[in-house]
């Protein structure tokens, strides 16, 4: 499956520039034209890297960055702007940004910055392949958790999935929307489903945490570790 990436830009001249150049080099793309568009786009959508105009109509690429910080953590995100000032830069690198890409850029630059940001997004999130769990530890290489008493319960490649991702968040909630979209690359106000119920439920089970102390339920917002 290609690599998505979404592009937020208000020049249709600009924006269809970006899009071809990436369609080109195999990557899939959406788009939008404004910032309310592209904020709804961004937190609802299936994507690896967002392109980002800073000057947009309805609402600005820094407002847009913020959000995202709040709802949607670790997303990549390159800002795509003609505003160069110190300030400017800096800020859109503390709101999360992971690079800054001065227009008018040509579209080998644009691609080089592509490829590398996406590099070190896989690379951020490559954990341990051991982890410890409450009373043993989980070996996300053999697909099971380890008990301390020497017994072992497999789990299926979801389970280790959605496992593997509530850890990796530490003890931030991470809301069942962010999961459906992550784990099982689900756009939740289109789904209707309590599959991922049922796997919290079996990862308890798996986990002997009966007392849900472990895997705890943020009444309605979604799960989190407790370490």
Known sequence: ???????????????????????????????????????????????????????????????????????????????????????????????????????????RELLARVEAVLRRSCERRAPALVMPVPGGEVDFGEGEIRHGDGSAEKLSEREAEVLRYLLDAGERVVARDEILRHVWGLDPDRTETRTLDMHIMHLRTKLRDRSQEFLVTVRGKGWRVSR
Request: aromatic share 6%; glycine share 12%.
């Open 1 to 107: 499956m290609a690599t998505s990436i979404l592009v937020i830009e208000d020049d249709p001249a600009v924006r269809q520039g970006v899009v071809d150049a990436l369609g080109f080099a195999g990557y899939e793309t959406l788009e939008a034209g404004d910032g309310e568009g592209g904020l709804e786009l961004a937190l609802r959508a299936n994507y690896r890297l967002l392109l980002l105009d800073l000057v947009l109509p309805r609402r600005d690429g820094f407002s847009i960055l913020a959000e995202l910080k709040q709802r949607r953590p670790g997303q990549a995100v390159i800002i795509l702007s003609a505003r160069g000032e110190e300030d400017d830069r800096v800020r859109g690198l503390e709101l999360g940004a992971d690079d800054y890409v001065l227009k008018p850029f040509s579209v």
